[in-house]
């Protein structure tokens, strides 16, 4: 949330953040790399450049698991939220180490071939893209490095408001084929090389994770939110289910997610989609007035759906309604940032 | 839904406290976890054998007649400790090429070869020097005769078409799917092909695969480089080593 775009703006966490990501990444390639290939005892070992292909190869795909794993654990358990936090970075270094991988395989496979460079060679080498067995696998690996390059690269802030959440939320939805190429890249790569199927148990594990707890996800917010019927006033809960400083979410007719917030007594209801990246600012809590989204701390007043001076972020508005305890929300949304008087909450918050 | 004591997170303000023992928990399980899943991945792969480059050989120098399949051979006149007399020698070029274009002029004369040799058990191959390593013999007065060719009839063999030069060890692992675009780029080099057998044939591990015409690899196999198949073949024996001319249409994978 900034008016003026520096190129990363660093606190605690981010710094601790990176420092963990980092550890970790420098541990999974020393052992790979240096370690494990002592406990091999193989008596020529692999050579160096293969080696360090598949290293950073496999490092690459554990962290783009880990990172699809984020989001739903992050539903599953508001606990995870923090790890969410700084996961653009965890993308940008993800795209890095692909990139390693990719360079290690050209300067080695594809490399000193008479009549063409490294980026030639890698798309004629081989062509047998009818045949399972043979596929030209190298060529899904260059898809997925496009992908991340592409989210990498539009990764900040500044690319989100250059092209409107929207675009912006639906490139990035590209992480997912991309892991799907992945997937396919080792299936038919890999896989195929190895004279035991450890591998590929290790590697089908991983991803069989990241479906199940997207599943999992999917589901419990399903099983949560409470379906509001009726394309008229529609009830959404009740006033004395709304602790102070906290929000109910809804789920509308048209699919869109309301939040109803209680701030000092009064309630206020505003979308649950953040201006940011959609985060659900209705999982998000009231700070000093203002609701703050818990992903990556955008602020917005609910009575106005408006970021505070001198930020310019804006989020729908519904119009409110209590009846006794029952609390009714206009499905139809307000232009975003349109002020909406609050409804003063008859009964109390329950304990 | 809204649980009260619930720490909540901001990232721009200190962590509460109620969060720290969970997120350092988190981050030891993360590390902990990339650290075992390094080791585990490392560890499923296979050894790559004991093909290499024999630079602790140091440069070899030989002498022989030149036969062109069309990848070059070369039948040893004059050895060394490592390349005895009467052996059948492949030759390849530097890099992912063959030596087929230097090779060519010198068909049927007495050669001189510097090289470094590659060897993987029987399977070797000399990587010419570049330069004026690869010359016709100062004295080609007398020109033995390259052994006549014996046919040994028609095989059906299973096994993998490899690049001979990354199979004998200029790359450790030199076969295999995760290697075939690197090996076709070899064999499209003009680097020698060779089949790679599961059962020995002849006593042989491997042969050299006849090219058509003035390719070194007939060009239906590449599609077959690197996967496991079985095909029909005639061999024939040329000095010490092993030929073999394919016919192409009986090539089929082996699932
Ligand atoms: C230009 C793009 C790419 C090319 C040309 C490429 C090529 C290759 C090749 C040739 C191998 C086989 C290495 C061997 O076993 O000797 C390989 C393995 C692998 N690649 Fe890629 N790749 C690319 C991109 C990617 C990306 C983006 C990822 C993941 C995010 C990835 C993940 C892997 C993994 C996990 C392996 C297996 C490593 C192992 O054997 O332990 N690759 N790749
Ligand atoms: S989605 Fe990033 S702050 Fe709300």
């Known amino acids: 949330m900034s008016v003026k775009y520096t190129p990363v703006q660093w606190n605690t966490s981010k710094w601790v953040y990176d420092a963990?990501?980092?550890?970790?990444?420098?541990?999974?390639?020393?052992?790979?790399?240096?370690?494990?290939?002592?406990?091999?005892?193989?008596?020529?070992?692999?050579?160096?450049?293969?080696?360090?292909?598949?290293?950073?190869?496999?490092?690459?795909?554990?962290?783009?698991t880990v990172i699809l794993c984020i989001g739903p654990l992050a539903r599953l358990d508001r606990r995870f939220l923090p790890l969410l936090y700084n996961r653009r970075h965890f993308g940008v270094m993800t795209a890095a180490v692909a990139m390693t991988h990719a360079y290690f395989v050209l300067g080695w496979y594809f490399a000193f071939f008479r009549g063409a460079e490294r980026w030639e060679t890698v798309l004629f080498a081989n062509t047998s893209y009818g045949q399972v067995l043979g596929f030209p696998f190298e060529a899904l690996g260059i898809f997925a490095l496009l992908c991340l390059l592409i989210l990498a690269a539009t990764s900040h802030d500044f690319w989100l408001k250059f092209l409107t959440p929207?675009?912006?939320?639906?490139?990035?939805?590209?992480?997912?084929?991309?892991?799907?190429?992945?997937?396919?890249h080792v299936a038919l790569g890999a896989f195929q090389s190895r004279g035991n199927e450890t591998m590929a148990a290790i590697f089908s594990a991983g991803a069989l994770v990241v479906a199940g707890l997207h599943i999992a996800a999917a589901w419990k917010e399903r099983r949560v939110d409470p379906h509001a019927a009726g394309t008229d006033w529609v009830k959404v809960g009740n006033a004395s289910d709304i602790a102070e400083g906290r929000a109910i979410i809804a789920r509308l007719p048209d699919g869109k997610r309301v939040a109803v917030f209680r701030h000092e007594g009064q309630l206020s209801a505003i979308s649950n989609a953040c201006a940011h990246q959609n985060g659900p600012l209705g999982e998000g809590r009231i700070i000093d007035c203002i609701v703050t989204c818990p992903w990556h701390g955008f602020q917005y007043d609910v009575r106005t759906g408006r970021s505070p001076a001198p930020f310019t972020e804006k989020v729908p508005t519904y119009r409110l309604r209590l009846e006794q305890d029952e609390v009714f929300v206009d499905p139809v949304p307000n232009a975003p940032g349109t002020p909406v008087e609050p409804v003063q909450a008859t009964q109390e918050a329950m304990p | 839904m809204s649980n009260r004591d619930e720490p909540f997170f901001v990232g721009y303000l200190p962590c509460p406290p109620g969060l720290r023992l969970f997120l350092l928990a988190a981050s030891l399980v993360l590390f902990a976890g990339a650290g075992l899943l390094g080791y585990a991945i490392a560890s499923t792969q296979d050894d790559p054998g004991d093909g290499r480059l024999r630079f602790d050989f140091g440069p070899q120098t030989v002498i022989g007649v030149l036969e062109m399949t069309p990848s070059p051979v070369l039948h040893v006149t004059q050895g060394t400790d490592a390349i005895p007399e009467g052996h059948t020698l492949m030759l390849s070029g530097q890099g992912k090429n063959g030596a087929v274009d230097r090779a060519q002029a010198l068909e049927g004369q007495l050669v001189q070869a510097t090289g470094i040799l590659l060897q993987r058990g029987g399977?070797?191959?000399?990587?010419?020097?570049?330069?004026?390593?690869?010359?016709a013999a100062d004295d080609q007065s007398v020109i033995p005769d390259i052994?006549?060719?014996?046919?040994?009839?028609?095989?059906?063999?299973?096994?993998?078409?490899?690049?001979?030069?990354?199979?004998?060890?200029?790359?450790?692992?030199?076969?295999?799917?995760?290697?075939?675009?690197?090996?076709?780029?070899?064999?499209?080099?003009?680097?020698?092909?060779?089949?790679?057998?599961?059962?020995?044939?002849?006593?042989?591990?491997?042969?050299?695969?006849?090219?058509?015409?003035?390719?070194?690899?007939?060009?239906?196999?590449?599609?077959?480089?690197?996967?496991?198949?079985?095909?029909?073949?005639?061999?024939?024996?040329?000095?010490?080593?092993?030929?073999?001319?394919?016919?192409?249409d009986t090539v089929t994978v082996v699932e």
Request: proline share 8%; hydrophobic share 45%.
């Open chain 2, 147 to 248: 052994p006549e060719p014996e046919p040994l009839g028609r095989w059906e063999i299973t096994g993998e078409i490899c690049d001979g030069k990354c199979e004998a060890g200029a790359m450790r692992p030199g076969r295999g799917i995760s290697h075939r675009a690197c090996a076709n780029l070899c064999l499209l080099g003009g680097v020698p092909p060779v089949f790679v057998t599961t059962q020995p044939i002849e006593g042989e591990e491997f042969l050299l695969i006849a090219g058509e015409g003035d390719e070194t690899t007939p060009p239906a196999l590449l599609d077959y480089v690197g996967l496991y198949v079985t095909l029909e073949g005639d061999v024939s024996r040329h000095g010490d080593l092993l030929v073999l001319t394919v016919d192409t």
């Open chain 1, 20 to 64: 963990v990501m980092l550890a970790g990444i420098a541990l999974f390639l020393w052992l790979f790399i240096s370690v494990a290939p002592g406990a091999l005892n193989h008596e020529f070992p692999v050579n160096p450049p293969i080696a360090n292909a598949r290293a950073f190869g496999a490092c690459a795909f554990v962290m783009l």
């Open chain 2, 123 to 135: 399977l070797d191959m000399l990587q010419l020097n570049g330069g004026n390593n690869f010359r």
């Open chain 1, 166 to 184: 929207p675009v912006w939320k639906a490139i990035h939805f590209l992480i997912y084929p991309a892991y799907v190429a992945v997937v396919g």
